[in-house]
């Protein structure tokens, strides 16, 4: 299993993954913003996010009243979470703090309401070990009574091993830039690894710009894949007791066709 920076997911690897990341439609329009948002709403206290990036949770978790610390090993995707923050009130600033650090190893005075890893944030951990260190970190940040809350996607069997997924496949063209350049996407396997449950994933950005020049560049990354009764496992194993899993941000039971797996624990004991 390799470890090494890609680790986490090569975020900060080249500057333009961080420059893009609120480019994309399916970020930002991704149907989890308003799960995270209650979620912080109802806990009697402050939140901790694992993995913020940018920010496109944080600032509206911020927004709504709550206190909210985003950590993140990505220098460069804190700065744009940075950048984004000096055009927002004092209040909302006021009640935000970004702390570079790895989710799998990382100790923070004040305890918390609410952990949420959002995003498939965890996916970007590959080894078991470091895995379970993460979970014990959180475990360790829990207020008395507080919530954890992981999701990652459910795997469909054919992005296993279909070799159909190693072509492109465009998933957006034609969203506008800066200085009148456009952005497209697309996306790629370049290896699968069941062996070791994780793809080498390729998201290809293709830049044109005013003059018709354009440039293609690589995020490249390992990505882990993960079964439901595996994540459960791990959260025993880490000191907690699952109480709600769920296949979708509408709170809907996991199912078969679910598109996500999303686990919400406690404190176990
Ligand atoms: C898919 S982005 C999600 C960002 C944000 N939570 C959102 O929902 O838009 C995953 C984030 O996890 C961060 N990340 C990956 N591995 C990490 C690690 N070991 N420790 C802390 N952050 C990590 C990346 O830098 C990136 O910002």
């Given at each position: 299993m390799r470890t090494?920076?890609?680790?986490?997911?090569?975020?900060?690897?080249?500057?333009?993954?961080?420059?893009?990341?609120?480019?994309?439609p399916a970020y930002s329009n991704r149907p989890d913003a308003a799960f995270y948002l209650d979620l912080a709403r109802a806990a009697a206290g402050a939140t901790l996010e694992l993995g913020c990036g940018t920010g496109r949770l944080l600032i509206p978790i911020a927004r709504a009243g709550v206190e909210i610390v985003g950590l993140d090993r990505s220098q460069a995707m804190l700065q744009r979470c940075r950048q984004k923050l000096e055009t927002e009130s004092e209040a909302v600033r006021s009640r935000t703090q970004l702390v570079n650090g790895d989710m799998?190893?990382?100790?923070?005075?004040?305890?918390?309401?609410l952990v949420i890893a959002p995003f498939r944030c965890f996916q970007h951990v590959l080894a078991v070990e470091r895995q379970i260190a993460c979970l014990r970190c959180v475990r360790r940040q829990l207020a008395a009574g507080g919530t954890f809350v992981l999701d990652v996607f459910q795997v469909q069997a054919a992005r296993m091993h279909d070799t159909a997924f190693m072509q492109e496949s465009v998933e957006f063209e034609g969203v506008a830039l800066s200085g009148g350049r456009t952005l497209k996407r697309t996306f790629r396997t370049a290896a699968f690894h069941r062996g070791e449950q994780y793809?080498?994933?390729?998201?290809?950005?293709?830049?044109?710009?005013?003059?018709?020049?354009?440039?293609?560049?690589?995020?490249?990354?390992?990505?882990?894949?993960?079964?439901?009764?595996?994540?459960?496992?791990?959260?025993?194993?880490?000191?907690?007791?699952?109480?709600?899993?769920?296949?979708?941000?509408?709170?809907?039971?996991?199912?078969?066709?679910?598109?996500?797996?999303?686990?919400?624990?406690k404190a176990a004991g």
């Open positions: 090494s920076p890609h680790d986490a997911g090569g975020y900060d690897s080249r500057s333009f993954v961080a420059e893009f990341y609120d480019f994309v799998t190893d990382f100790e923070l005075k004040q305890r918390f309401q793809n080498d994933c390729e998201l290809i950005y293709y830049v044109t710009k005013p003059d018709g020049g354009s440039e293609r560049l690589v995020h490249a990354f390992p990505l882990r894949y993960f079964f439901r009764y595996e994540v459960e496992h791990l959260l025993a194993r880490s000191g907690f007791a699952v109480e709600d899993v769920f296949g979708d941000y509408d709170r809907s039971p996991l199912a078969d066709d679910s598109p996500e797996m999303i686990f919400v624990a």
